[in-house]
Nanobody, 128 residues
């Protein structure tokens, strides 16, 4: 059974930091790309960052460049999202998701093709 379990969300003041974790099971971790997405109240879900595990290609949306960093610990089948300089506009439910990667091919953003599996999400609230 495939599982993606997010953790690390919570309440933080503007300017603060959080690190989200996504632990995966039930599939071959290094054959996938793992992405972080978020959905704010009343808004559509949007991609935040994506990491192709096999070649460590990363993609970051423009609104998080320089503030958020996606990384992985392959021994733990875990992907992290380090979030710095948080603003109230970052308040959302953050989801991790996985998509089977095109191994051996260069992909700028593996997560743009649509995701195969989703976690249940973790809430991030940034107060002003």
């Amino acid at each position: 059974e495939v599982q993606l379990v997010e953790s690390g969300g919570g309440l933080v003041q503007a300017g603060g930091t959080l690190r989200l974790s996504c632990t995966a099971s039930g599939f071959t971790f290094d054959e996938y790309a793992i992405g972080w997405f978020r959905q704010a109240p009343g808004k559509e879900r949007e991609e935040v960052s994506c990491l192709k595990i096999s070649d460590e290609t990363t993609y970051n949306s423009d609104f998080v460049k320089g503030r958020f960093t996606i990384s992985s610990d392959n021994a733990k089948n875990t992907v992290y999202l380090q979030m710095n300089s948080l603003t109230p506009e970052d308040t959302a439910v953050y989801y991790c998701a996985a998509v089977e990667a095109f191994l051996g091919y260069v992909e700028r953003n593996s997560c743009s093709r649509g995701m195969d599996y989703w976690g249940k999400g973790t809430l991030v609230t940034v107060s002003s």
